[in-house]
Every structure is written in C-alpha cells, then in structure tokens.
C-alpha cells in the first residue's frame, strides 16, 4: 500500500524516486518539512486529525443535517461536523480531544507550527503593559495569558519583553493542560486553572490575552467569551485578541488565514475581518481601538478597551 500512495506523491513532486527501474523513494524539500518531530509535521499531524478528516465528510454533514439546499456554516460548539464525526453531539471538540491524550499533546505541539503566520511576539508592544513600582505594589497582574495552552506562548512573549515580570504574569487552561504548562513556564509565573467561558477570576489586569482562541467560535460564542473578561477589566486594561485577521480580498500571502478558515469551520468557528472583530468586541461592550499588524503575514493582535459611557 505504501508504495500505490508513494507514486502519486512521486507524480507530484512530494517525494522523489532517483531510478525509474527501482522502488526506492527519498524525500523532497518539500516532504522534509513534514518529517515527524519537526513543528511543521506535528502542525500537520494537528490540522488533519482535528479539522481535514471532518471536513472530507462535510457534504455527509449537510445531508444528516437537512442542509444539502441552504447549508448553513457551523455555530454551535458541542454541535458541528468534529462532533458529528466522532459521534459524540454534545462534547465538546476540547473533551473529545482529551480523550485521547497523545493525540492533544500532537495538537499542543503542533500549534507551535504556525507560529510563522500568527507570531506570539513583533506585533503588538507588550511593554506597554510593564507596572510602575505602585503597581508591583498593589500586586496587579501585567498580563493573563487565556487559554494559554503549554505555557509556551508566554515564555517567548516574556523572553521578548524581558522590562515584564514573570511573577505579574497567569496562564489560564483547563486543568489537565494547567499541568503540562508548569514544564514551560518561567518561574515565578502561575498556572491557573480557569474555563474562560466563566468569569474571570484576575481583577484589574493590565492585559487579558487570547491567542488564537476566538477562531475556535462563531460570534455569539465568542462575544460571550469577551464578555466573560468585562467585568474584570479597568480603564488601564486591555483584551488583546491574537489570531489571523482576513483582509477582504484574500491573496497568496494570505492564503494560510483562508485555508484556516475552513479548517476550524468543522469545530463552529470563524477567521475574522477586522471588522468580524468589531463586530464581536462592541457585542462584548468592548471598543477596538487598535490593530497592531506584525510584517508579512495574516496574524496580528487586535486591541479592545471598555467602551466610553
């Protein structure tokens, strides 16, 4: 069998065959990339098992769903074709995900492999958050990392603003991930475990960050996410939303936003415009004041405040 699925990778240029008399393959640059381990293979591995393989049976979907004439994209997070594909309608992507522990620690690596087109850092100045010496003394958190996954995120945020103090920054995840970030995180940083669709517990941080959480929810979710974050915040606080920002015309350099797109529609989310995150923010009663673009490539971190009575 391998060796039917090598020919069409030959024909394409994926792998290469030095000798037309011999079944002997090797591979491309293009195959390197994907070779197990690299960030691009676990990348890979995460976006096939989570998001392709429910995609391939989307008209499959649609049919069970009554959808075949007027489809209507996926909203709802326990209810979408990842669930419907793992028979489990009503569980979330994130517990069915759990159930597997491997498979989550491939799609927590593989994350990592995306950090090209949404870079945690070279976008918006997390300096701005550094506290003054009245703020260190009052104890208020720099930054909350929401959802931050393995912590790895925030390590490299903190390696590039070093004027940040680790001990003035949270990560928040669920708890079996609040134990894997503890490898990661620098010390004098805490781990927290937190639902983000419940209120958050840091009062008065200078800034609530999500990265690359919004696209996993359709707007009603996500402005109820943010909402989450509002009663916390104070005229100094920020929500940074990292994620990739759709222009309105989509080209070559932003390509990896629109094959996103259609990835996470399978789990009931959404890329965004910008103005997708107005629209999301001002439900949440927040103001976009800012989005802070890094050179080059679809991700950027788009910046709300409470809104002006």
Known sequence: MAERDARILVATGFLLQPS???????????????????????????????????????????????????????????????????????VSVWQIMAQNPEKLDQFQKGLAGIDVAVPPVGHFDFSLLKNSDEENAAGIKELVDVGGGHGVVLSKILAAHPDLGARNTVLQERKDICALATEHLPEGAVAMEHDFTMEQPVKGAKGYFFRMIMHDYSDAVASGILKQIVPAMNSQSRVLVCDMILPQKVGEADFAAAVMDHAVMTMGGKERTEEGFRKIFDAAGLELVKVWRAPGVPGGVVEGRLRAN
Do not use: I, M
């Open 20 to 90: 037309a008399t011999t079944l002997a393959y090797g591979h491309s640059k293009f195959s390197l990339v994907y070779r197990a381990g690299s960030p691009a293979g676990y990348f890979f591995l995460a976006l096939y098992d989570q998001y392709l393989k429910h995609a391939y049976n989307f008209d499959d979907y649609l049919e069970a769903h009554g959808q075949v004439s007027a489809a209507r994209e996926p909203d709802d997070p326990l209810h979408n074709p990842c669930t419907w594909n793992a028979k489990q309608d009503g």
